[in-house]
């Protein structure tokens, strides 16, 4: 039976091992994450069946990820776990797309209960996370399907890439640097030939103004 996978946000160390070791012990695939930004990033490039958000963490907040998160169309059910326990912060929390909120120090058995609940109520309702970016262009993030009117688009592995990296950064400019950076591995050698010709692929698909070109400096996905 294949392992439910957890994301969780946690910017203490020792709580985020303590944590993960109880739920994988537990029988569930856990991925730990210690800042916003590291969150948002693997949210784009992986797939999970439930969300555990710290909301006091380097480099933003949970509840501003989930928010940002849920309007890029990402559904995942989401608990968040915090040490903010007013009552108006519990009412943010469940506004900006949580399911559930638990606040520290908590135990962990209880957390488990509160996995357990929220996954069986989701288990036959798991909609692919598939993006609207225009009246006739949609991408599935989970498969790495981009549709044009219908008919699936064959990308190669670094197209699907940069697509990711654009909708994450949409309206951003990412510059040459932040691109090959993300494109290419550490034992790989990036190429400005390459980068155009996957650019050139994308705004064929996409449209000529999707993918602005900033002389010098990047692109600008729009």
Known sequence: MKKSKLLFLEDDPNLSESVSEYLEEQGYE???????????????EQKFDLLLLDVNVPGGDGFSLLKSSRKEGNSTPAIFITSRNAMNDVEEGFLSGGDDY????????????????????????????????SDSIAYDIDNQVL???????????????????FI??????????????????????????????YIKTLRKLLGKDRIVSHKRLGYQFR
Request: charged share 30%; glycine share 2%; net charge negative.
């Open 30 to 44: 856990v991925v730990c994450v210690y800042d916003a930004s590291s969150a948002e990033d693997i949210l784009f």
């Open 147 to 165: 549709s044009v009117d219908g008919k699936e688009q064959p990308l190669q592995l670094k197209e699907h890439k940069l697509l990711k990296l």
């Open 102 to 133: 638990i606040r520290k120090p908590y135990e962990l058995k209880e957390l488990l209960l509160r996995i357990q609940t929220i996954l069986k109520r989701n288990f036959y309702h798991n909609p692919s996370e598939t993006l609207s970016l």
């Open 168 to 197: 994450q950064h949409k309206n951003e400019l990412l510059s040459h640097e932040v691109i090959m950076e993300h494109l290419w591995d550490y034992d790989e050698t990036p190429s400005d030939g390459s980068l155009r010709t």
